[in-house]
């Protein structure tokens, strides 16, 4: 079999490339393509004419990652020879190798480039079809890139609904928009208060698997994301500089749609729900402010000492309800949560945070395969300690300036019904890359769709 991509432009040289995956005896010509000091695959590149050959030899048990690591390394070949043509073909025992290799090219070869004048998303066309559950991946992963992308002038609660519908037209969904006037009487108020200094209103969406459910109607999972819009850090406002990054401060509600897109798309033998919080943190005159107290939704009254902390608010009242409503056995939250995170992780792992063991080495190893890496970090009742206060139930963030991270999953532990497996994750240093990745262009990663589509293969045995 083979696989082929066409170049979008004519290059000023004619070069095609021919890759070949093979499993040859290798020799000294061949060079060993690394990643954290381990062996993917051996590879020869010959030059001839006009033509770049290349022979690939992967090593066995390939994971996913490993395996889509050819393709995005035959883009970067592709790319840095000005490729008009590029072929790949199969030995007949690695054919099975072909989806993911196809969507490793596919993957890195996206940047969102809407508002760039005569440019295009791709550089190269496929005239090869992706197999049909790596297609979805795919176009699901390249959804939550556009969500991130898009500036808060454009992408804003109402403006997101309206992407969410076109994006999500599967019947085996079922979606429901509630509006400023819904969630007013539901009584999500911690959401409204960080809502409130912003002219566009807020909106919460549902969505939930048409799949046959347990009689008490318990759902196997939920997903939750934080959909802050734009976050200018509202009364305690943020410093200016690279505050036009926070247009991707709603990332977790993006991953949240992706994850909802894919399931709908591919078969599965679980039912899922997944529910986002949309707002916007404007500093103004009818803005929330600190020392404010809040009745959340579940009763507890929370005092806002910083209003930079919202998106535990919008987290809060929407565990809670979607826990109400959707009765899950699983919760997971994905949300752009904290600066301390990074401090901790950097960029290359997420926070994982978990009040249940088989749920956080299931997601480590899922990173792990995948590498959407990430790293489990204490839940302890000495940070909770910080949050409680002698004039109220909660205050939105800890004592001090350490240990940021966890006093906000702390915070949230508070909302999940206690007999509930739950995990968060804060993806605030691995959604956007200014120089991309390994497997991503420039700009926003996707992060997180790739981890729990392999999450959910393996948990649920999909």
């Keep these: ?27 000294t010509s061949y060079k060993s393509y690394k990643y954290n000091n381990e062996i993917i695959f051996y590879y020869y590149i010959k030059f001839l004419k006009e033509a770049l050959y290349l022979e690939i030899k992967p090593t066995k048990e390939l994971s996913h990652f490993k395996t889509s690591c050819i393709g995005s390394f035959i883009y970067d070949l592709s790319l840095k020879y000005e490729s008009n043509n590029t072929e790949i073909k199969f030995e ?28 295009e998303f791709h550089k190269f ?9 790596s297609k979805s991946l795919l176009e699901s992963i390249n959804f939550v890139k556009e969500l991130v992308s898009l500036p808060s002038n454009i992408l804003y609660p109402k403006s997101y609904c309206e992407l969410i519908k076109k994006n999500n037209k599967n019947k085996k969904l079922n979606l429901k928009f509630l509006n400023k006037k819904d969630i007013e009487k539901i009584g999500l108020n911690c959401l409204l208060s960080v809502a409130q200094g912003s002219q566009r209103e807020p909106k919460v969406v549902t969505f939930n698997s048409k799949n046959k459910i347990s009689k008490n109607k318990e759902y196997d999972v939920l997903f939750v994301g934080k959909g802050v819009c734009f976050d200018s850090g509202g009364i305690s406002i943020k410093p200016s500089a690279n505050m036009e990054d926070m247009k991707w401060d709603m990332a977790g509600s993006a991953v949240v749609c992706g994850v909802m897109k894919y399931l709908s798309e591919i078969k599965t033998n679980f039912s899922y729900a997944g529910i986002i919080g949309l707002v916007e943190n404007m500093p103004s005159h009818t803005a929330y402010k600190p020392g404010d107290i809040i009745k959340s939704y579940k009763g507890i009254n929370v005092e806002v000492l910083n209003t930079d902390a919202e998106g535990r608010l919008v987290l809060a009242d929407i565990i809670t309800y979607g826990c109400e ?17 990074m401090v901790a992780l950097g960029q290359h792992y997420a ?17 792990i395969n995948t590498n959407e ?8 009742g000495d940070f909770d300690k910080e949050l409680n206060s002698p004039f109220v139930d909660l205050k939105n963030i800890g004592a ?17 019904p206690k007999k509930t497996k739950w995990a968060h994750l804060d993806i605030a240093g691995t959604t956007w890359k200014n120089s991309g990745d390994i497997m991503n262009n420039k700009g926003a990663t996707g992060f997180g769709l790739t981890l729990i589509a392999d999450f959910i293969d393996k948990y649920f045995k999909n």
Excluded at 325 to 341: E, M, N, Q, S, Y
Excluded at 354 to 367: C, V
Excluded at 373 to 380: A, E, G, I, Y
């Design 325 to 341: 409503i959707f009765k899950p056995k699983i919760v997971i939250d994905f949300a752009t949560l904290t600066g301390a995170i």
């Design 1 to 27: 079999m083979k696989l082929s991509f066409k170049s979008n432009k004519k290059n000023r040289f004619k070069i095609s490339i021919y890759a070949n995956l093979c499993d040859v005896k290798i020799n």
């Design 373 to 380: 890496k990430v790293w489990r970090m204490p839940l302890h």
């Design 400 to 416: 001090g300036r350490y240990g940021g991270a966890t006093t906000a999953a702390q915070f949230l532990q508070r909302f999940v």
């Design 125 to 133: 066309i496929s005239s090869s079809k992706l197999e049909s559950k």
């Design 92 to 119: 007949k025992k690695l054919e099975k190798l072909s989806p993911l290799i196809h969507l490793g090219f596919m993957r890195k070869d996206y940047i969102y480039r809407k508002y760039l004048n005569k440019s």
């Design 351 to 367: 926070g994982l945070f978990s009040n249940d063991d088989g749920l956080a080495q299931s997601l480590y190893k899922s990173g």
